[in-house]
């Protein structure tokens, strides 16, 4: 009789939580993911379609807990008030015994959330990506109306245009009239170029990664660029570079596995590696200039060699001279012995400068000398030529004779920043664990208030089932930004998991009292 009178009760609770998942589900995808759907722009009727299938499990993820709280009050507190759970109990069946439907309900949507929200959601947000660039010359178009303009990072350039269509014969490429571009500097604090063209196409190029590059040509281009002034050109173009995303990776957007891989590895979270990659380059490039101004100031030379020329540098003094975009070792007088196979001659310079260029993988790190208003002679002492201006380039080997320093500690500010991403990681982990966890005991402690207070209206049944969820939800929320602030990461984490812990003890109360009485 019992296992007939769990599945009888498996069965009432599985229509409920159908119908509530569904409902529930339709109006927040339709609602909030509709919302979100515009920060995409104009969509296509096939890409809305698809777009929605892309946001109908993340609403699920929120909305399933929330049906299964409801069925199990509203199917408990229907039994209750119809007298069956007495008649159970006269029977001399266990009504505990009972609770293990709602128990598997809630395993089941348990295994279902943590998949949407741990591995779905996060293939969402890159679908939704790809989606969104599946129709190249819309996207473009998208750009181009948005605030932002069309703009690539990478090279510091926003592009606007009067109008803009297919191009002829490419429906892949876009061509716009009266463009205008600004290129921004380094630091983003001023323009460095400005201007107009008549015309401007842009082409695409996917490779078969299916990353996509983008490439553009300007025609009767006027440019003006700070410190030169204004100039024309016929043509112009840039690229291929690649196209820039539309959405920014963030912590929540991760699925659980990266996560893990980022708390073992912060420093390969791509918002932590860039900014490390570029102080280790900034710590080597100045160990490497302060090895040479040593080297020079002790009166001993530097030499640089390459397949054609080698160059020994004496200097008077070297002084590293730093800059906003760069930096750069100045030279006092300095004294070139060039030696081309048998050839040797000496360059006496007034002034000069070593440049050097890094790179994330310093085996292509480069060093530019940079020689200015020159005497050249020839062994014998006689000068045989003066010229103004004369640089060369030299690779930065790692067997160089000059002692570089290898940098690889970082800031305070990077330290300080990695700990903050540390803890939003763990903030996130913790979130979305108990998140999934509460429904274990949401689910259960719905069936055992649906008994208490006999819920057969459905409005009650619902408020019976809201009150503890959203309890559980408002601390996890709190409890994850307070974890996700330093001086107050235990206290968030104690809120994340102590909305559960009073829900387990209503649990119990429950179960043991209330039930009985």
């Known amino acids: ?74 199917t408990f507190g ?12 006269s029977s001399g069946i266990n009504i505990h015994r009972l609770f293990i439907p709602p128990f598997m309900l809630s395993v089941a949507v348990a295994v279902c959330t943590f998949y949407f929200t741990s591995f779905l959601f996060p293939s969402m947000v890159r679908n939704i990506e790809t989606l969104a660039k599946s129709d190249l010359r819309q996207f473009v178009l998208q750009n181009l109306d948005s605030p932002e303009r069309l703009t690539f990072e990478k090279l510091k350039l926003k592009i606007y245009a009067d ?76 690229g291929p570079i690649s196209l820039p995303s539309q959405l920014r990776l963030k912590v929540k957007m991760l699925n659980v596995l990266d996560l893990w891989r980022y708390r073992r590895a912060p420093q390969e979270w791509p918002g932590l590696a860039d900014k490390i990659n570029n102080l280790r380059t900034q710590q080597r490039r100045d160990a490497t200039y302060d090895a040479f101004s040593r080297t020079l100031d002790s009166g001993l030379p530097v030499q640089f060699a ?33 030696q081309r196979g048998q050839d040797v001659r000496v360059m006496k310079c007034r002034e000069g400068e070593i440049s050097i260029i890094s790179h994330d993988d310093p085996s292509a790190d480069r060093v530019i000398v940079r020689l200015r208003h020159a005497s050249v002679e020839d062994e014998s002492g006689t000068v045989i030529g003066r010229w103004t201006r004369r640089s060369h380039a030299f690779a930065l080997s790692a067997d160089s004779d000059i002692p570089v320093a290898s940098a690889n500690l970082l800031s305070a500010e990077l330290q300080k920043e990695t700990r903050k991403f540390l803890r939003k990681v763990n903030a996130e982990l913790h979130s979305r664990l108990a998140f999934n966890v509460s429904v274990l005991v949401l689910v259960v402690l719905g069936a055992a208030l649906g008994i208490i207070f006999r819920g057969t209206h459905l409005l009650a049944a619902f408020g019976i089932a809201f009150v503890p969820a959203l309890l559980v939800l408002v601390l996890n929320i709190a409890g994850r930004q307070l974890a996700e602030k330093d001086g107050t990461v235990m206290l968030g984490i104690g809120l994340i998991w102590g909305g559960i812990a009073v829900v387990a003890i209503l649990d119990g109360w429950a179960m043991i009292w209330g039930i009985r009485r």
């Not at 009760?9 to 998942?21: D, S």
């Not at 039994?79 to 159970?88: F, G, K, Q, R, T």
């Not at 003094?317 to 007088?333: F, G, P, Q, Y």
């Open 306 to 338: 390459d397949d054609e020329v080698v160059w020994t540098i004496e200097a008077d003094a070297a002084t590293v001279v730093e800059k906003r975009d760069e930096s750069k070792l100045e030279l006092a007088s300095p004294i070139v012995t060039e």
């Open 163 to 238: 109008q803009a269509a297919a191009a002829p014969g490419d429906s892949q490429s876009v061509a716009m009239r009266g463009a205008a571009f600004l290129k921004v500097s380094e630091d983003n604090n001023d323009f460095s170029h400005f201007g107009t063209a008549e015309t401007m196409t842009i082409a695409f190029d996917r490779d078969e990664s299916g990353e996509i590059a983008v490439s553009g040509r300007f025609t009767n281009a006027v440019e003006f660029e700070r410190g030169q002034g204004w100039g024309e050109a016929a043509d112009q173009s840039f």
């Open 78 to 89: 229907r039994l209750s008030a119809d007298n069956e759970l007495i008649a159970c109990r």
């Open 1 to 74: 009789m019992l296992p007939t009178l769990q599945r009888y009760i498996l069965r009432e609770m599985g229509k409920t939580f159908a119908l509530a998942g569904v409902g529930m589900t339709a109006v927040i995808a339709l609602g909030g993911g509709m919302s979100r759907l515009t920060d995409f722009g104009q969509i296509t009727p096939s890409q809305l379609a698809s777009l929605m299938l892309l946001v109908l499990p993340m609403s699920a993820s929120l909305t399933l807990p929330i049906a299964a709280l409801y069925s199990a009050s509203a």
